[in-house]
């Protein structure tokens, strides 16, 4: 979810080609929108200014915004995809990019909340989410060069702080290869952190280690709304009330 920043093409085919390489382009094609769970998206920079009465009558129900990357970057359409998503009735919240070998998880944390990755329990704010995936710059160190113990200790110093600042453990998106590569599978954050699995096909496939359900699922990179597909786990009840913190 990256590829906004620089050299957007060069990563794109880049990240294409790591993913390629571990075989987790999955075949295309959305799954069957499952029984009428709430369908957001995601959006960056990327996807410049976005039609949000158009996202909400094509069905958006929720959207994630970047806000920020290591601590050097914030999304410069943040106010207006943020707020937009708002103004036309969508719950939304924020993400985070980690590069983790750029500085500790909990400047990162910081950085983000300052930018954006702040919470309130309105019920049109979901929790802040940390997006810890591929090392888009450097496919070479997938993991950021850190061994597992360290990948888990800067994910662990990442959530405190942001807890800490919102009151809200963040969203974990993240792929099962990822996580299993470059965190060896840890299962410390599946009891008190959602998952927001990335997986592109029918379904969602074999979780990242720790984790027995999804919270959200983003299915595809591309579909009727701008950005990314996601799904939500439940009704449009309890999306409200996953927002809320309730
Ligand atoms: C959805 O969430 C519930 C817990 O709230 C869980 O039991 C169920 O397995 C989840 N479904 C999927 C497809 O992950």
Known sequence: MARDRRNARTRALALSVVLLAVGSVALAGSPAPAAGLPRGHDVSSHQKNVDWRKARAKGARFVYVKATESTDYRNPRFGQQYNGAREAGIIRGAYHFALPDRSSGRAQAAYFVRNGGAW?????????????????????????????????????????????????????????????????????F???????????????????GGWSYWTIWQYDNS???PGDQNLFNGSARQLKRFAAGA
């Open 120 to 188: 309130s329990a309105d019920g049109w704010t979901l929790p802040p989410a940390l997006d810890v995936e591929y090392n888009p710059y450097d496919r070479k160190h997938k993991c950021y060069g850190l061994s597992r113990a360290r990948m888990v200790g800067w994910i662990r110093s990442f959530s405190e702080e942001v807890e800490r600042l919102t009151g809200r453990r963040p969203v974990i998106y993240t792929t099962a290869h990822w996580w299993n590569t470059c965190t060896g599978g840890s299962g410390a």
């Open 190 to 208: 599946a009891g008190d952190h959602a998952l927001w699995v990335a997986r592109y096909g029918a379904d969602a496939g074999p979780l990242p």
């Open 223 to 225: 579909g009727s709304l």
